[in-house]
């Protein structure tokens, strides 16, 4: 069984920072990418950020040249958001695309979410 666990979400002003981390667990035989989604009220997921196992990374247009997506281990990923705005405010999932064992083909696997507010 795999595990996401997110965590740093929470409310601050505009302009302010924010920093996410997830970290996955359990029975996993490699990941392939994690990265960081978020939906807010009436509309669909979309994707923020994402990072692969060789370090490439890939934004949303909104968050680019504010956001940050970094890995510090195989099963650890962090986001550092900067200069939020209210239009950030969303639940932000965890995702990772991995294989639980070695003959079991990629799939995605989420955590449960994490609020993050941006209003003064």
């Known amino acids: 069984q795999v595990q996401l666990v997110e965590s740093g979400g929470g409310l601050v002003q505009p302009g302010g920072s924010l920093r996410l981390s997830c970290a996955a667990s359990?029975?996993?035989?490699?990941?392939?990418?994690m990265g960081w989604y978020r939906q807010a009220p009436g509309k669909q997921r979309e994707l923020v950020a994402r990072i692969t196992s060789r370090g490439r990374t890939q934004y949303a247009d909104s968050v680019k040249g504010r956001f940050t997506i970094s890995r510090d281990n195989a099963k650890k990923v962090d986001l550092q958001m900067n200069s939020l705005r209210p239009e950030d405010t969303a639940v932000y999932y965890c995702?990772?695309?991995?294989?639980?064992?070695?003959?079991?083909?990629?799939?995605?696997?989420w955590g449960q979410g994490t609020q993050v507010t941006v209003s003064s």
């Open positions: 359990g029975r996993i035989f490699s990941i392939n990418a």
């Open positions: 995702n990772a695309l991995l294989r639980s064992e070695f003959r079991s083909p990629e799939a995605d696997y």
